[in-house]
């Protein structure tokens, strides 16, 4: 499915319209099963007269169904918008759809910024899971060997090639930075690259900690990065 098709699918009025359809017929079915029942009674006398409580267990019983209705009918349009956002930037990107999504995903539980994320990965590795620097940054994220255990004590160098777990630990990374440095955009992805210790100190100091790779996360740009080396 293109993502032309996606919008159309999503835009189309065809969900409102069963639902809106299944009230009415379940309305008219209710009202005319009730209104048969006078007649019925006067044909026989033995006709039992529908109670209150009956009525409403079946009022209750359709609001139930309509509202399962309209839970899947949400669901479906938050799947079809996560499906048009992965697309867009597995376009933008130029990388494989299950990629982006892993991206995406990722991002969101982690707490970032989906957008953020993405340039992230575009400058520490150019979207190569393999990527790793001359100071050993593995990976999508560029994660150092010490840092990573820092969130996982035992995980090795070779599970750092790993997309979901360096994309985790990358985000989860740059979330606590984000937080120390108070929701400072700037600091934290200064921190992500310099270092949070050195960036503290250089703020404690005084001092301006700009390097210019903030600015490079900031508006996108993969230009004039150190890009790492692919390991096959």
């Not at 699918?9 to 319209?17: I, K």
């Not at 991206?103 to 190569?128: K, T």
């Amino acid at each position: 499915m293109t993502r032309t098709d996606h919008q159309i699918e999503r835009n189309s009025p065809t969900p409102r319209l069963v639902l809106r359809g299944g009230v009415l017929l379940g309305a008219a079915v209710l009202v005319c099963a009730l209104a048969g029942w006078p007649r019925r009674a006067g044909a026989d006398d033995t006709a039992p007269t529908p109670s209150a409580e009956l009525v409403s267990r079946e009022i209750r019983d359709m609001a139930l169904r309509l509202e399962g209705a309209s839970g899947e009918s949400a669901l479906l349009t938050l799947q079809l918008a996560r499906a048009d956002v992965v697309f867009e930037y597995s376009t933008r990107y130029k990388i494989p759809a299950d990629l982006s999504a892993a991206i995406y995903d990722i991002a969101l539980s982690e707490g970032i910024d989906p957008a953020m994320a993405f340039r992230l990965v575009r400058v520490e590795s150019e979207f190569y899971q393999r990527a790793r620097s001359p100071m050993n940054a593995i990976g999508l994220t560029q994660l150092r060997l010490p840092t990573a255990r820092f969130y996982v004590p035992d995980v090795t160098e070779a599970q750092l090639f790993e997309r979901d777990l360096n994309l985790r630990i990358g985000f989860r990374f740059l979330k606590d930075l984000l937080e120390r440095f108070d929701g400072n955009v700037d600091h934290a992805l200064l921190a992500y690259n310099r270092g949070p210790t050195t960036v503290a100190g250089i703020l404690a100091q005084g001092g301006d900690p700009r390097n210019g790779y903030a600015k490079k996360i900031i508006r996108g740009d993969a230009r004039n990065a150190n890009v790492p080396t692919i390991v096959n």
